[in-house]
């Protein structure tokens, strides 16, 4: 009896996290490219906390965005190389759904891990605690636009020479929006405005990559596969 898709979805998601905790290096790295990255700035700007206050909320969206391109190179190549990603377009879930799992298990691994060293590197650069929320909110919905674009981009240049080159070029430009409204977010926190367009711009961006991104990336991967 073969199994419904939320079960299939479910597995998929499930033997990508078991891999992931078998070879960590990626999350580890990822994590620690965005904290020295951000502890790199104050050495850059200088040690005023007025400086660093203001341009804490680009600082940490832009580590956020970089840390997040580190693994994605791999959501689809190793897999494609063993032959397991033949397997799993076999396995009777739809190509955007197997997509949409492989994105859900990278911010589950990628985006959440971000998450939770933002707020020691927020604080480290000087940003009141009252907007840490805000800061948190935002880059949960961020991250998760980040796996969406970024799992449909690293479809498409599958089997791609220079694929690696390629996926930056995709990815930075389709994800400006995100960075541009949750560092809005975050700004107007801090100066008393109000916050909540800007967030609420970001989750109406999320409300549309996610049918989208799947789609898209479902029919790179039945094109790398074919």
């Given at each position: 009896m073969?199994?419904?898709?939320?079960a299939?979805?479910?597995?998929?998601?499930?033997?990508d996290?078991?891999?992931?905790?078998?070879?960590?290096?990626?999350?580890?790295?990822s994590?620690l490219?965005?904290?020295?990255?951000?502890?790199l700035f104050?050495?850059?700007?200088?040690?005023?906390?007025?400086l660093?206050?203001?341009?804490?909320p680009g600082?940490?969206w832009v580590?956020?965005?970089?840390?997040?391109?580190?693994p994605l190179?791999?959501?689809?190549?190793s897999?494609l190389?063993d032959?397991?990603?033949?397997?799993?377009m076999?396995?009777?879930l739809?190509?955007?759904?197997?997509?949409?799992a492989?994105?859900?298990?990278h911010?589950l691994?990628?985006?959440?891990?971000?998450?939770?060293?933002?707020?020691?590197?927020?604080?480290?650069?000087g940003?009141?605690?009252p907007?840490?929320?805000?800061?948190?909110?935002?880059?949960?919905?961020?991250?998760?636009?980040?796996?969406?674009?970024?799992?449909?981009a690293a479809?498409?240049v599958?089997?791609?020479?220079?694929?690696?080159?390629?996926?930056p070029?995709l990815v930075l430009?389709?994800?400006?929006?995100?960075?541009i409204?949750g560092a809005a977010a975050?700004d107007?926190?801090?100066?008393?405005?109000?916050?909540?367009?800007?967030?609420?711009l970001?989750g109406?961006?999320?409300?549309g990559a996610l049918p989208l991104?799947?789609?898209?990336?479902?029919a790179?991967?039945?094109a790398a596969?074919?």
């Amino acid at each position: 009896m073969r199994a419904s898709i939320p079960a299939l979805l479910a597995a998929v998601i499930g033997r990508d996290l078991r891999l992931a905790l078998r070879h960590g290096a990626d999350t580890l790295g990822s994590v620690l490219f965005f904290i020295l990255a951000g502890a790199l700035f104050p050495l850059a700007l200088g040690p005023s906390p007025d400086l660093l206050r203001r341009m804490a909320p680009g600082i940490v969206w832009v580590c956020a965005l970089l840390a997040a391109l580190l693994p994605l190179d791999r959501l689809f190549g190793s897999e494609l190389e063993d032959g397991s990603l033949d397997q799993l377009m076999l396995s009777g879930l739809p190509p955007a759904l197997v997509a949409l799992a492989k994105m859900i298990a990278h911010w589950l691994t990628t985006g959440l891990p971000l998450l939770l060293a933002a707020a020691p590197l927020a604080i480290m650069l000087g940003l009141p605690l009252p907007v840490l929320p805000i800061l948190l909110g935002g880059l949960a919905l961020g991250t998760a636009i980040l796996s969406l674009i970024g799992g449909m981009a690293a479809s498409i240049v599958l089997g791609a020479r220079r694929g690696g080159v390629l996926l930056p070029l995709l990815v930075l430009p389709l994800a400006t929006p995100a960075l541009i409204f949750g560092a809005a977010a975050l700004d107007a926190a801090q100066t008393g405005l109000s916050w909540r367009p800007d967030l609420e711009l970001l989750g109406a961006f999320l409300a549309g990559a996610l049918p989208l991104c799947p789609l898209a990336a479902g029919a790179g991967l039945r094109a790398a596969v074919e």
